[in-house]
């Protein structure tokens, strides 16, 4: 049973462009949302987060997007860089501490 | 925020043996935790490594397999016991801080192979 799931493993877009990465809840107690980066042979690295009681939380170029009544976040990177291209999990606080996480979208950025 | 030392980086092992994963992170944290990637797969929370007492295990996964020590607030091991190739991965520690709503901070992980 997947409590987080972002639908879309992959992801391209071009430099300088919009890049909108999507992810998805079922679980309405879920209290606070994470988003991170992370490139290969590395750990994931924290990007931005998000409280339920919030709808937008921005960050420079990052701007998560919080749709309760739809159980769907979004993270909105503008404009996209070449140095952004990493796999984007986003993740769920399902307990006082415990994070549930997404399987993860690939996110190319072309030159 | 907590800079963590995780090593091996990498290890093929054989199949029936055990690896100890080492965690060190340079600050004193409460919380520490252990995850798994699977290939393809969500990180996955396998235990939380609790200083001074037995780590607290997720649904699926037992001391057994996965004995954890915490002698400290700032180091803690991982042990990946009688391996199979399922246990192909890549495991993770992390810290959470209760500043930054338990966000984590995670070691580079270890990419395990069992062949």
């Known amino acids: 049973d997947q409590q987080v799931k972002q639908n879309s493993p992959s992801l391209s877009v071009q430099e300088g462009r919009i890049s909108i990465l999507n992810c998805d809840y079922t679980?309405?107690?879920?209290?606070?949302f994470l988003w991170y980066k992370k490139y290969p042979a590395e750990g994931p690295t924290f990007l931005i987060s998000?409280?339920?009681?919030?709808d937008k939380n921005e960050d420079g170029r990052f701007t998560v997007f919080l749709n309760k009544s739809a159980k769907h976040l979004s993270l909105h990177i503008v404009p996209s860089q070449p140095g952004d291209s990493a796999v984007y999990f986003c993740?769920?606080?399902?307990?006082?501490?415990?994070?549930?996480f997404g399987t993860g979208t690939r996110l190319k950025v072309l030159a | 925020s907590a800079v963590i030392s995780q090593k091996p980086s990498r290890d093929i092992c054989q199949r029936g043996t055990s690896l100890t994963i080492q965690c060190q992170v340079d600050?004193?944290?409460?919380?520490m935790f252990w995850y798994r990637q699977q290939p393809g797969q969500s990180l996955t929370l396998i235990a939380t490594?609790?200083?001074?007492?037995?780590?607290?295990?997720e649904s699926g996964f037992v001391i057994d397999k996965f004995p954890i020590s915490r002698p400290n607030l700032t180091f803690s091991t991982l042990t990946v016991s009688n391996m199979s190739p399922e246990d192909s991965s890549i495991y993770l520690c992390?810290?959470?801080?209760?500043?930054?709503?338990?966000?984590?901070?995670f070691g580079s992980g270890t990419r395990l192979t069992v062949v």
């Open positions: 679980n309405s107690m879920f209290d606070y």
């Open positions: 992390s810290v959470g801080r209760l500043e930054t709503n338990y966000g984590y901070t």
């Open positions: 600050s004193q944290v409460t919380m």
């Open positions: 998000i409280s339920s009681i919030k």
């Open positions: 490594a609790n200083q001074g007492s037995e780590a607290t295990y």
């Open positions: 993740a769920a606080r399902g307990g006082t501490y415990k994070y549930i």
